[in-house]
């Protein structure tokens, strides 16, 4: 065979050879969605609450007991939560909590934001609801995403948020600005815990006192 043909075919063979080498581009990471453009509610009582939205004022005209807890060195110390109280600019108030049903609970953080704010116009940037551990027991007055706690059960959750990462007894996304969470009981995978949190702001270490 012709030695320029030989040479031909083996220039080829490199360059495929390279070609088939070279570095994968790297794929571009999954665009996280933020709170505003996608967000779960919760409805108690036929209240409507969506974190990074609404605010505590429509939660105290609806007449739900909303309590501050302090720890006073020695005991947690509820109080009523006063909404004419001003939360400055850039700080948050995370102990406050008030009671669904006589075992199930759930638990508010507030936001100012950049400028001072009237308590009652704070937004809501946690909401942790703490369910009952007994399947009959779950209060029939909350609904997320539409769906009475008393259904939604850890195949349903699955169901309805295939994005989210999927445990056995947990289901989780974390957004840009937010992070869901569902909790379920081993067993029955009955609900018993949701919380949705924007930013980064930790859970709250103080239940409501009577709790204990």
Known sequence: MN????RGIALILSMTFLAGCSPKEEETPPKLLTLAEYSVP???DGLEILVGTTTLQPLLDAGLAVKISEWTGEQVVERDIDPEETLAAGTSETDISFWITDSAFARLSLEAGGADVRMGD??????ALHLSHQTDTLPDQVSINGVPVTELSRARAGEMFPDYEQEDLSITQQGEDYKCTFMFIPGTYALYQFSLVKGEKEESILPPSTIW
């Open 3 to 6: 030695k320029k043909i030989l």
């Open 122 to 127: 704070a937004v809501i940037s946690r909401l």
């Open 42 to 44: 919760v409805t108690i």
